[in-house]
């Protein structure tokens, strides 16, 4: 009766919902599957169908859509069967239409009874998907079956939606991999590669802007307009989006609910995109995890591998868990079958055993140790210095100890020979030493006579010579002579330095006096003619502490060296600087 579906369509309509309105079992059947509306009223008589038969088909269907039967006369038998097959209301047409003003409380029951299945189903979903995913995530299966199984459990909320997760490639700034339930094969590879900003889809946008995107209706919305030719090759029509990321913050991918009609979540499917999109992150942070785990793992063991050095890995009883190729050719081992029969706890050599077994002992307590130890062999010792570090576990329990041995005989013979070569370089240069000083000392005892009695001659002390040679011959002679005790004497201060013997006569100098002092001896032994020759006192000068003598050596013997390798012309400076720190600093330049 059109008047009756009139009125009864305002009623309900009256309540703030959308009605459509099916005249046969047939019809109605049909919108249901393309609209899957959210209540159904039933005429208990339909033209081509009876009402209860109506609600099975419905039922079987989506066993969980809320039913109403309207008859005007049913039988209470019926109205039974009705509630038994899962009708939330039976309602009876009364005359005068005096029923359709219970249709708002009606409706407001129903969906207040869907709010709540509503509910329960995302929080079912939620819990299944996660249960399954985390169990996956656990086991490490691979991350594609993970995302699938995230898909498949978030239809199990609604059987007519579709749903898609794209993970980002962050370095070129698009789609890398994408994964759904309901979407064909050609949609899921023509996304892979797609640039995402805004105003890409609602996924593209959603992972560039790092926000929820709903879109109700994609066919007439900007965002969807350059990918609309594919869109309708696969039939939705309406796209939320939730982007997910990881613990810093950064955009790995979206989830994605597809609708065929256009429609807005409510919020039991805002939390269930929300939801399966946390998941999805967790999945993806504990993939990336263990591929930077695993690729940390195979730098690690082929630094291990590739060592020169023995390292292995002992459980907490001495035995060996690995080892490194170095270390079995350090232990003569052929195969790695072999490695499972050692323990270092069993050393033969007694001392060397009492020390592993003390180390070994400290590194399970949590003590890292270094230590050394010898072998002997048929070719003589073998010395080994060796480290025992302590691994923990999740419960800060020691449960390993990784140990690092290295082959230092070569060292150690190395130290020996240079031991060896100073001990002998320095007995060699106390007999030097003491040599220098003996013939030193022998050859000043004539040549003092020599210098006497040269002397003597050259002063005419006992008469005039009588030929002039023996003059000249006399003063030669004490020149050389003279010459060859300053040598003489050089080499006992140098044999003194040497030996550690020199006795320092330190006392306060005036520097201004010293330096003059020494330039005038300088000059008197070097032929300073031709050549220029300057002298500066820069600073607060003060007195300084030193032995004289040594001082004015070393300063006489730099400006005679100076002056003998100066050319003609050429220029000698003589300068003394004195700081704020009181620190003198003399220096002489030639050139």
Not at 30 to 35: F, I, S, T, V
Not at 48 to 66: A, E, I, Q
Not at 216 to 232: F, R
Not at 528 to 545: D, I, W
Request: include cysteine; charge should be negative.
């Amino acid at each position: 009766d059109d008047d009756v579906a009139g009125l009864f369509k305002s009623a309900i309509e009256e309540s703030g919902h959308q009605v459509d309105l099916a005249y046969t079992a047939k019809e109605g059947l049909a919108q249901y599957n393309e609209k899957r509306h959210d209540l159904i009223f039933i005429d208990y008589r339909l033209p081509d169908m009876n009402g209860l038969d109506v609600c099975r088909s419905l039922l079987n269907l989506n066993s969980s859509v809320p039913l109403a039967i309207v008859t005007s006369g049913g039988s209470e038998n019926a109205a039974s069967e009705a509630l038994e097959l899962g009708v939330r209301h039976y309602i009876v047409k009364e005359p005068g239409l005096a029923y359709i003003k219970l249709l708002k409380s009606v409706v407001a029951s129903l969906i207040a009874y869907l709010d709540e299945a509503r509910i329960k189903r995302t929080s079912e979903t939620l819990l299944n998907t996660k249960s399954n995913g985390l169990g996956k995530i656990i086991n490490s299966d691979p991350v594609a079956e993970i995302m699938q199984e995230i898909c498949t459990g978030t239809v199990q909320y609604d059987s007519s939606m579709r749903c898609s997760i794209l993970l980002l490639d962050r370095k070129r700034n698009c789609v890398k991999e994408s994964y759904g339930h309901g979407l064909p094969v050609f949609y899921n590879e023509a996304v892979i590669g797609l640039e995402i900003g805004e105003g890409v889809g609602s996924c593209g946008t959603a992972m560039a802007t790092k926000k929820r995107v709903i879109i109700e209706d994609v066919y007439n919305h900007p965002y969807w307009a350059d990918i609309l030719d594919l869109v309708k090759q696969v039939g939705f029509k309406a796209c939320w989006s939730q982007p997910f990321f990881d613990e810093n913050g950064e955009t790995l991918g979206s989830f994605a609910i597809y609708h065929d009609e256009v429609c807005a979540p409510d919020q039991s499917e805002i939390d269930l995109i929300e939801g399966q999109a946390k998941l999805a992150s967790i999945a993806i942070e504990k993939d990336i995890t263990r591929a930077t785990l695993k690729e940390s793992e195979g730098r690690f063991k082929t630094l291990v591998d590739a060592s020169p050095i023995c390292i292995f890995e002992l459980n907490m009883s001495g035995g060996f868990n690995s080892i490194n190729p170095a270390g079995l050719k350090m232990f003569n081992i052929n195969e790695m079958s072999e490695v499972a029969s050692l323990n270092c706890l069993k050393v033969p050599n007694s001392e060397t055993s009492e020390t592993v077994k003390v180390s070994f002992a400290k590194a399970c307590k949590g003590e890292s140790v270094d230590f050394e130890y010898q072998t002997e062999t048929p070719s003589g010792k073998n010395y080994f210095s060796s480290c025992f570090v302590p691994v923990y576990d999740s419960d800060n329990e020691v449960n390993k100890v990784i140990g690092i041995v290295q082959d230092v005989s070569d060292i150690k013979t190395t130290e020996v020979s240079i031991l060896e070569a100073k001990e002998n370089a320095e007995f060699a240069n106390r007999a030097k030493t003491q040599f220098l000083a003996h013939v030193s000392h022998e050859l000043r005892s004539p040549l003092n006579a020599i210098l006497g009695f040269s002397q003597i001659l050259s002063s005419e002390m006992f008469g005039v010579h009588a030929n002039k040679k023996y003059l000249e011959y006399s003063s030669d002679i004490n020149d050389s002579g003279g010459h060859l005790l300053n040598l003489i004497n050089d080499i006992l201060d140098i044999s003194k330095v040497e030996a550690g013997e020199v006795d320092l006569n330190e006392r306060a100098l005036d520097i201004e006096n010293c330096v003059s002092d020494c330039i005038k001896i300088g000059s008197a032994r070097a032929d300073f003619s031709a050549k220029q020759f300057s002298y500066a006192m820069n600073g607060e000068h003060t007195e300084l502490h030193a032995d004289e003598r040594l001082l004015k050596q070393i300063l006489i013997n730099l400006i005679v060296n100076a002056a003998k390798f100066t050319p003609v012309d050429g220029q000698i400076s003589v300068s003394v600087d004195t700081d704020a720190d009181k620190a003198t600093t003399f220096r002489i330049v030639d050139n």
